[in-house]
T-cell receptor
Framework: AQTVTQSQPEMSVQEAETVTLSCTYD???????LFWYKQPPSRQMILVIR??????QNATENRFSVNFQKAAKSFSLKISDSQLGDTAMYFC???????????FGKGTKLSVIP | KAGVTQTPRYLIKTRGQQVTLSCSPI?????VSWYQQTPGQGLQFLFE???????NKGNFPGRFSGRQFSNSRSEMNVSTLELGDSALYLC??????????????FGPGTRLTVL
């Protein structure tokens, strides 16, 4: 069974600064997909970024980028130029190819301070 | 396109009752998944449906069941409610799910409170 670990329950960052959220996972599969989802307070979960394990290039999406280290089974999220709207719970998630489910980490609560 | 919709948004039930939650996926999406979110256990997978067939089920008791209709809308049912069933129930849809690592798009959730 796959496991996803987010070791930082809470983090804070000053507005306009950069912050990195950590995620590690454990799997014996060679082909899989990794995701970061954002869940703002009392609002629905939205996808931040997606990474295919077979792609060596790190995914980027505007101010959001990942550092994907397949050998280390690490998948961290970097948020540049943090904005107040980035305040949310961030969940790292894993999906094996051929799997019909997402396995989530416990989440990191990020607060952006003005 | 309209997003994933879930009804009702809030429910209050008492122990022993049963409840049915509904989910309408994004138009064209055929895979629907359900997750339970609690402060203690986090997000846990309940089950996934595609073309009216359950393809995968999480580690939940048989009191939790679901189904999918021909228009891809899905319902989940919880019978004989327990206090521990209080949670946010999230529905997510994707095009086909599974093999291609389809992105799952989430609805706003149904907040179930069991008294």
């Amino acid at each position: 069974a796959q496991t996803v670990t987010q070791s930082q329950p809470e983090m804070s960052v000053q507005e306009a600064e950069t912050v990195t959220l950590s995620c590690t996972y454990d799997t014996s599969e060679s082909n899989y997909y990794l995701f970061w989802y954002k869940q703002p307070p009392s609002r629905q979960m939205i996808l931040v970024i997606r990474q295919e394990a077979y792609k060596q290039q790190n995914a980027t999406e505007n101010r959001f980028s990942v550092n994907f280290q397949k050998a280390a089974k690490s998948f961290s999220l970097k948020i540049s130029d943090s904005q107040l709207g980035d305040t949310a719970m961030y969940f790292c998630a894993f999906s094996g190819a051929g799997s019909y489910q997402l396995t989530f980490g416990k989440g990191t609560k990020l607060s952006v301070i003005p | 396109k309209a997003g994933v919709t879930q009804t009702p948004r809030y429910l209050i039930k008492t122990r022993g009752q049963q409840v049915t939650l509904s989910c309408s996926p994004i138009s064209g999406h055929r895979s629907v998944s359900w997750y339970q979110q609690t402060p203690g256990q986090g997000l846990q997978f309940l089950f996934e449906y595609f073309s009216e067939t359950q393809r995968n089920k999480g580690n939940f008791p048989g009191r939790f069941s679901g189904r999918q209709f021909s228009n891809s809308r899905s319902e989940m049912n919880v019978s004989t409610l327990e206090l521990g069933d209080s949670a946010l129930y999230l529905c997510a849809s994707s095009l086909v799910g599974g093999l291609t690592g389809d992105t799952q798009y989430f609805g706003p959730g149904t907040r179930l409170t069991v008294l």
